[in-house]
Structure formats: C-alpha cells, structure tokens
C-alpha cells in the first residue's frame, strides 16, 4: 500500500478526540471546545423568563446542549411545560410513606399559566463534588437532594449522585459531542421510595423549542418506530430530532444493558419534542434503602438526519 494510502486507513481507523475546557460561571458549569458551547451543567437553580412565575426555577439539569457545529437540540422553560428542563431525572407517580411527591412536575398547579402557589416536591442541586477538563475530555460529579415539602420542610427522600463525562469524538466517520451520564440514586433514610405503574418519570428529555410544532420534529427508536408508534414500547436507544436554522440535527440516548427493565420502556410524546425513558411503565416497583439505584446512559450529538445503522454501531460499542 503507498504511504498516502496508508496514512488514509490510519486516519479512519481512528476518532479525532477534541480538548475540552470546562468553566464555572455562577451557578452554571461550562464545557466547550475550540470556543464552541457543548452544554452546560445548571447547579443551583436559574432564572426563569421573563413573564414566567419564579415557582419554576430549577436545577440540577443539562441545558443548553448543542451539536459540534453549534445547533441547540434542548429546551427549557417551554410555554406548555415550564418544568421541562433540557436533559434531568425525576420520578411522578410516587409513593413516600403517606406522601405523594411529584418530583416531574416541579412548580405545576391549578393556577394561572398552571403553576403553583408553592413547590410540593423538588429536584435540587446540593453541591459540586470534582470537575475536569482537558485532551482526555472533560466531566464532573455532583450531588443532588430529592425534597418532600407536603408534610414538613426539606423532607428527604432520595440522594442522588451525577457522574457526568463530557467529549468530543469523530465516531465512525461523524462528528459528535458525546455526555455520559450515570445516575445513582439512594434512599436518604429507612423508607423506600414506592413508585407505582406510571407512563412516565425517569430520564427527562426536551427537545429544541423549534420542534414544539407537531410536524417539526422526529423520533426514531431501535425497533424502528416513530413518535406514535413508539410510545410505550421498548429500545435500546432513541433520537429525538429536526431542523435547526435550516439543517437537520439532534440527539439520541443510547440505553446501557445494565439498567433496570432494560430494553427500557419509552414514553414519545405525542404533542410536544419531549421523551422519557421510564421504567415504571412495566409495573410497580421501588427503590430500596441500602440498595442504589443506578441508571447510565450515553447522549450523543451531532448534525445530520439520523442514521439507524450508525447508532446501532454506537450503541454496541457503548453495550460493550
């Protein structure tokens, strides 16, 4: 083979791996490469927009998240559900002893553009534990505190741990920002936290404000089923997607085979760009004191239309 020829092969064989810089900015960490945004980790809780009740503020989420080439693919504060928040956890339908607690629908109420007068029940961010960046990638890991405030200020329910690894790589040919995200949660005291049959609650996911017209946005699971035909069925990965100053660009959550009920069960909106990856959909189950909770996941980023048999390609390396 001629020397180009062979540095050609090389070259493909191989995935360009960027430097990563990360910055803390407030109550915002930062990740970047080459002075292009890659997402930002939200700590405490942020400002809300203009004209939006404060009872939404919220933390302990990723947003925003871009592709490599700068294209926004999440959301946050939308009109017709203030509580979504870009990439987060959070359960629903819950049982803690005589309690309720709705950690999904933080802020949300019977009142004017549905919020509430108080927050019954929170996600929130408790501290920075370690961050990094450099030509190894960058990550972070960090604490956050699930809140029961219906009986009694401050109620304990779960401590989660936010191990959060943050990169850029050529993946087989394609340029993708690459968040791996393991969730591990715990009960803060000797109650489980009981959590009924329920079609949605876990991984949170919404897409682009761009895409909230029901026509501008696609979803692709593993099994090959769109957003209507996908809903509450099961995958190992799912994209969620569209056009974003004129091109097509997205993201899809690779599922590792080690989590609970996995292939995990998908709720696929039907009305607006929002997905969830949500095991109670097979049946009650809980979550036990003195056995963590642990769910991974891989978010990758990238430009283009989605290409079924490159992300089965991404997700079996991921698997392995």
């Not at 996600?123 to 219906?150: P, T, Y």
């Not at 993708?176 to 079609?199: E, M």
């Not at 949500?278 to 809980?286: E, L, M, V």
Request: hydrophobic share 35%.
């Amino acid at each position: 083979m001629k020397p180009t020829l062979l540095l050609a092969a090389l070259l493909a064989t191989h995935s360009f791996s960027a430097d990563i810089q990360v910055e803390k900015l407030g109550s915002v960490l930062h990740f970047s490469s080459g002075g292009k945004t890659i997402c930002d980790y939200q700590m405490e809780a942020g400002e809300v927009p203009a004209g939006v009740s404060a009872v939404f503020k919220h933390g302990a989420h990723l947003h925003p998240v871009f592709s490599p080439s700068g294209k926004l693919v999440t959301g946050n504060h939308p009109e017709d559900h203030r509580w979504h928040r870009g990439i987060w956890m959070a359960w629903t339908k819950t049982e803690f002893g005589d309690s309720h607690p709705d950690f999904w629908n933080q802020g949300k109420g019977d009142g004017k553009n549905k919020s509430g007068d108080q927050i019954l029940a929170e996600v929130r961010f408790a501290k920075l534990d370690k961050s990094w960046g450099g030509a190894d990638g960058g990550g972070f890991i960090s604490q956050h505190l699930f809140l029961d405030h219906s009986h009694a200020p401050d109620q304990k329910v779960l401590h989660e741990t936010w191990e959060v690894a943050v990169a850029q790589k050529e993946l087989d040919g394609k340029p993708a920002n690459i968040i791996d995200l393991t969730s591990t949660q715990t009960c803060a005291g000797n109650q489980p936290l009981k959590l009924p049959k329920y079609h949605y609650g876990g991984l949170g996911v919404r897409g682009n404000l761009a895409w909230n017209p029901v026509d501008a946005v696609t979803m692709l699971t593993s099994e090959g089923h769109d957003r209507l035909k996908g809903d509450s069925t099961k995958g190992k990965w799912v994209h969620v997607g569209g056009q974003v100053d004129g091109a097509s660009t997205g993201m899809v959550i690779l599922i590792h085979p080690s989590n609970f009920r996995f292939p995990q069960p998908l709720r696929l909106n039907p009305k607006n760009p929002q997905l969830c990856i949500a095991p109670s959909q097979d049946g009650d189950w809980s979550i036990e004191p003195d056995k963590p909770y642990v769910s991974k996941y891989r978010i990758l980023v990238f430009d283009g239309a989605p290409d079924a048999k490159w992300i089965e390609a991404q997700w079996q390396n991921y698997a392995k």
